[in-house]
């Protein structure tokens, strides 16, 4: 039986990829090429770390086990889900995300201008027509580079006599898809950030506890189903969440810019939280209970708690009970919710995942548990948020 769990979560894995990696588009965008050495940066961190712990287990356990745990760390945090993100959307409507200047061939409303405006957008209108509102009216004789550091109407002038001047333009009013190409790239961000939370924790986890001396169980099936619920989580999940109500007053990105230094921080803090939480309440266990396996279940259940409770958290800028609440309108969220429900709610009565029954009391503590770290993470993505909002007035 245990086998066929893993012939099935296996096949389960081979067509989720067969999926994601159906589109065959070829980009060379920033964003891209950033994302391929980020994952070079990622592979060679996890073999590094793997050579660690592999020396680290050769003192405590005999040389079959060691192989057998390196094997399982390394299969589960390989960077599947970055890979994944090589198909994203953003990448085909990247450019817009970076958009500096707006060319019209018409007059638009002076609302319409402070729109973009807010948006860090300059607006630039060649038409010969009167506008009832104050704006810098040149000629095309008096153009230089000067002239668009702010919003202005050319007259006589045709958009091949300005772009030599200008970067990151587009032609025409295209203010919602400048929001949906912003709203693509902060969800692909988040999705890397929740690859990031996942399984930096996890890895520091597997490291302290092994340092310590504590025992650290693995099961084959438990990994697969970690992996395949990350995979759905950071490809599918993020990609296709609600865009924050702010991206239109947000500064503009660097070109391929990932993360600036600050927006890192905030990620490995996020992360430290998540590894001490997991961490403290598995040696606590461990130490009361001396029963590996209660401290085995009591930690995967923990880890799949706070990948629902983080994803709520990234759901919007709100707080994490109001992103709870509006999520139950979105039917996507309702059914990822009782996705891992059922399998939280699976694994402990399916013996093939190494698991064992740790009752009710000690199923809603690790809920409770969870959620408690999960609110200090709500307090670190305000920070964040408050944080890029002081920014924009820099």
Do not use: H
């Not at 902060?186 to 999705?191: I, M, Y």
């Not at 865009?243 to 990105?253: A, E, G, Q, V, Y």
């Amino acid at each position: 039986m245990k086998y066929v769990i893993t012939i099935i979560i296996g096949l389960l894995i081979i067509l989720s990829e067969i999926f994601i990696l159906k589109d065959k588009c070829k980009v060379n965008t920033p964003l891209f090429n950033n994302l391929k050495k980020l994952i070079k940066i990622v592979l060679l961190i996890i073999g590094i770390y793997l050579i660690v712990m592999f020396v680290i287990n050769l003192f405590m356990v005999d040389i079959k086990d060691n192989i057998f745990k390196i094997v399982m760390v390394g299969l589960l945090v390989f960077p599947l889900e970055l890979i994944n993100l090589r198909k994203s959307k953003v990448f085909l409507k990247e450019d817009l995300a970076y958009t500096k200047y707006v060319i019209l061939n018409k007059v638009i409303s002076e609302k319409k201008i402070r729109k973009y405006n807010k948006a860090y957008i300059k607006v630039i209108m060649l038409s010969d027509e009167d506008v009832s509102y104050r704006i810098k009216t040149i000629k095309k004789s008096d153009l230089n580079k000067n002239c668009f550091k702010n919003n202005i109407l050319i007259r006589d002038c045709k958009v091949c006599d300005i772009v030599k001047y200008l970067d990151d333009y587009v032609i025409g009013d295209c203010y919602d898809d400048i929001y949906e190409s912003r709203g693509l790239y902060d969800n692909f961000l988040r999705s890397i950030s929740v690859y990031i939370n996942m399984y930096l924790s996890l890895m520091l986890v597997y490291l302290m506890v092994t340092i310590l001396g504590y025992p650290l169980l693995f099961n084959i099936n438990m990994v697969l189903l970690v992996k395949l619920v990350s995979i759905w989580v950071v490809k599918v999940g993020y990609e296709k969440m609600r865009f924050d109500t702010d991206l239109m007053t947000r500064k503009i990105r660097d070109k391929g810019k990932m993360f600036y230094g600050q927006e890192l921080l905030f990620n490995v803090m996020q992360s430290m939280l998540a590894f001490i939480g997991l961490v403290l309440i598995y040696v606590y266990v461990i130490t009361v209970s001396m029963n590996n396996e209660f401290g085995y279940s009591i930690l995967y259940l923990m880890y799949l708690f706070m990948i629902v409770f983080i994803t709520f958290v990234n759901v919007g800028e709100n707080l994490f009970i109001v992103n709870v609440i509006k999520s139950f309108k979105d039917l996507r969220m309702l059914l990822f919710l009782g996705f891992m429900i059922m399998i939280t709610i699976l694994i402990l009565f399916v013996k093939e995942f190494g698991m064992i029954n740790i009752g009710i009391r000690n199923y809603f503590g690790c809920m409770f548990c969870s959620l408690v770290f999960t609110i200090v993470f709500d307090v670190v993505k305000l920070a964040r948020y408050t944080s890029i909002k002081r920014c924009k007035n820099d």
